[in-house]
């Protein structure tokens, strides 16, 4: 039996917003661990989110470059989960209506030939902070100057096929969020990030196979300056 492998790509990048989205704390890459956390990044008792409408506009521009629909309502939701540097104890995403819904983004390959990716969806959540492990003994540090900030999450249909397709649709992918001026997209800075759903299929079929999710895979592009709009 002959077996085909299929792809879908998450890909989270990181919005280039001067503050938070939906808070006015500062989203400056390098400062001091929690030098950039408000009260409402804190998740302190009693505050309240303000949405970032710049977020909003850098996610109406990328769906209108993948010729994507634009959602006419937003509305977010709590993904529940626990982890130390989710001081909710929740994500704010978009689940039912997200921003951008379907378009495409057609990417060429190495021999000359071009394939039509679509593109699911692509929602606005809010980061969660980080853990610190290197300089603490036996134990872990939490920074949360990251929690809170915007991100835009495009999922891709699983239409990959093979390595050398996802690696053109990410390049692709990073082409038009650089041109577009959305987003830095330094992977090693953690601007752009992909998560790679992998499964497989008896070649010709069509039904999906058990997926495997493997996080925070890199593609290594040339750095460029943190430009914040």
């Given amino acids: 039996m002959e077996w085909e492998t299929v792809i879908g790509l998450e890909v989270h990048v990181s919005l280039s ?5 939906f808070s ?26 303000v949405l970032n409408e710049e977020a909003l506009r850098m996610a109406v521009r990328f769906g209108v470059a993948i010729g994507a629909e634009i959602g006419k309502r937003s509305v977010f939701d709590r993904k529940n989960y626990f982890y130390p540097d989710l001081p909710k104890g929740y994500q704010v995403t978009q689940l039912d209506f997200p921003t951008v819904g379907k378009g495409s983004l057609t990417v060429t390959l190495a021999d000359g030939s071009e394939k039509v990716i679509g593109v699911t969806r692509a929602h606005i959540e809010e980061n969660a902070g980080k853990s610190l492990h290197e300089e603490f003994s036996g134990m872990s540090g939490i920074d949360l100057n990251r929690a809170g900030e915007p991100l835009l999450e495009i999922v ?14 990410l390049k692709k992918l990073h082409t038009i969020i650089r041109y577009l001026d959305i987003s830095d997209a330094i992977m090693a800075q953690g601007s752009m990030r992909c998560d790679v759903n992998v499964s497989i299929r008896p070649k010709g079929t069509t039904e999906l196979g058990t997926r495997a999710e493997i996080k925070n895979c890199l593609l290594y592009t040339s750095p460029s300056p943190r430009d914040r709009g």
Avoid: W
């Fill in 17 to 21: 917003t001067k503050s938070k989205l």
């Fill in 156 to 169: 891709s249909e699983p239409e990959i096929t093979c390595a050398e397709e996802a690696v053109a649709y």
């Fill in 24 to 49: 006015g704390s500062s989203t400056e890459f390098g400062a001091q661990p929690n030098t950039q956390a408000s009260i409402f990044d804190c998740a302190l008792p009693g505050t309240l989110p």
